[in-house]
């Protein structure tokens, strides 16, 4: 069975851990999944590669066997399937934040005549959608510019504690 020659890194611990898991061979941990995902997981946060790197991966997975190359494969897999769904996950968030954010402003330019650029400026410095829905419930409330403005004072504050 032949194993993978992975790049080298620089650095003592990188050097290290890269000659091990040559030596080791990855796909020959036959780890369960869990422990695949931890291990590919501290490589993929610790030991990224640069494009060159990946390049020579991808021709090494070429010339080991069929088996190894789409087990590897599948780990790799997985680490672009979990990325995916985390920043789909996150972009929804965002654009809540957004939304809310949007439409603070826009409801303090119709409601009071405020000036849209300070409200957006002032706000956008909240990025938690619990601290804009409690903004937006209270501001909806508020009677005067003043009050309504005093609102979004304390919520910035608050956000950034």
Known sequence: MKFI???????????YIWGRIERAGLTRLKCDPARMELIAGFFETYLKLNR???????QELG????KEAELIVQITTSWHEKGKIEGKI???????????????????????????????????????????????EEVFAADTLEEA?????????????
């Open 5 to 15: 020659s992975l790049p080298v890194k620089s650095g003592g611990l990188q050097q």
């Open 52 to 58: 060159r790197e990946e390049e020579q991966l991808y």
């Open 63 to 66: 010339r080991i066997d069929q």
């Open 90 to 136: 996150e972009g929804k968030i965002e654009g809540k934040i957004e939304k809310a954010q949007e439409a603070i402003c826009k409801f303090m330019v119709r409601r009071f005549n405020a000036d849209a650029g300070e409200v957006m400026e002032r706000i956008q410095r909240v990025a938690s959608l619990e601290i804009l829905d409690g903004i937006m």
């Open 149 to 161: 403005q005093s609102i979004i004072r304390r919520a910035v504050g608050k956000s950034l504690q």
